[in-house]
């Protein structure tokens, strides 16, 4: 039969059926058997004031596993206050490894703070040090420039060959031929003038009436020399040929500004056998003579065929006029195909 005690007459033995008052907003649900003292003393620190107990289950435990009386305090308490607490040794090295496992400064890294301290300072100083000491530089150059100067060292420079006068003025030397040429030698009749008064009045008189002195009669023949014509007659051809180009040149740009179906505009039948093309450079002149482009690899001008296939009929500024199998188009410049 069940009965009901507080939890001051519990003994070591007996067996807990339920709790039947407690404190505290949490309800305690404790039941079994109890085992030792400082199980009492468990359930008086939680709260319980009574309990409910069966006397005919009741056990009588061995005098070894029934503890002495409290000694005043629990385990939590003694852990509360601290009596478990031991001084902490730990191994240097190892805690060396492991910091330098986690990238962390070790105990033994850690600088000192006079050693903080004593760096900074001594780095404030260099910086004030340092300044101050290209500020007086920068303020006394006018002092110690001067000595820097004249203590330079002097280059000896030696005297440079001597270089003949000629060749210093820049004026070509002659020299002197010892062989007699047709000139030499046939002799040339000294005609000494004497100015006279008379012809003096008479040059004059001429001066004042407007008479040409210098002219040549029209019947006198003007013996020139066979070289000197052939090289008049040559200059005379190349102007007319320049003129002649440059005359042709607006016909050409009149053809040129004409509208000339582009590349991509081509029937499909001719852009399908067209041959590969990559210009690569492109160079306009106002001569047609300087016009080129460079395809495939070859430079080519107005004229000529590219594979034998395509005609380049003219070079412009910004595009090439083609020609193949009697169809006209262009290509802007520096394109591929």
């Known amino acids: 039969m069940s009965e009901c005690i507080s939890v001051s007459q519990l003994q070591p033995g007996m067996v807990i059926v339920r709790i039947t008052e407690q404190n505290g907003p949490v309800k305690i649900k404790k039941s079994g ?14 709260g319980v004031l009574a309990v409910e107990i069966d ?12 503890t002495a009386e409290p000694t005043g305090s629990t385990q939590t308490q003694a ?14 090295q190892l805690a060396d490894q492991f910091n330098r496992n986690l990238f962390l400064p070790s105990v033994q890294g850690i600088p000192s703070m006079w050693m903080v301290y004593f760096r900074q300072s001594l780095l404030i100083i260099m910086i004030v040090l340092l300044g101050g000491g290209v500020g007086f530089a920068g303020a006394t150059y006018t002092l110690w420039w001067p000595l820097y100067e004249q203590s330079a060292p002097v280059v000896e420079q030696q005297a440079a060959p001597s270089i003949p006068t000629e060749i210093a003025t820049g004026k070509p030397t002659q020299t002197v031929n010892t062989e ?11 005609q000494p003038v004497e100015e006279t008064p008379r012809a003096i009045e008479e040059a004059e008189d001429d001066i004042s009436e407007g008479t040409l002195l210098t002219q040549t009669p029209d019947d006198e023949p003007v013996q020139v020399s066979p070289e000197i014509l052939r090289r008049f007659n040559q200059a005379v051809e190349a102007l007319d040929n320049e003129s002649s180009s440059r005359d042709e040149t607006p016909q050409v740009a009149v053809r040129q500004g ?15 056998t067209l041959p590969t093309m990559t ?5 306009y002149a106002s001569r047609p003579s300087d016009r080129w482009v460079r395809v495939n690899g070859l430079r080519l001008q107005e004229g000529d065929w590219i594979d034998d296939k395509v005609r380049i009929v003219n070079i412009e500024a910004q595009r090439v006029i083609l020609e193949y199998q009697d169809e006209v188009f262009s290509m802007a410049a520096l394109t591929d195909w």
Request: net charge negative.
């Open 33 to 46: 058997l109890v085992t030792s003292n400082d199980m009492i003393r468990g359930l008086s620190e939680m």
């Open 55 to 66: 006397p005919e289950q009741t056990v009588e435990l061995e005098a070894e596993s029934v």
């Open 79 to 92: 852990l509360l206050k601290g009596q478990y607490d031991r001084q902490g040794h730990y191994d240097n």
């Open 180 to 190: 007699p040429t047709e000139s030499d030698t046939q002799p040339v009749p000294a």
């Open 258 to 272: 004409s509208d000339v179906q582009r590349i991509d505009q081509l029937p499909v039948r001719v852009m399908t």
């Open 279 to 283: 210009f690569s450079a492109h160079m």
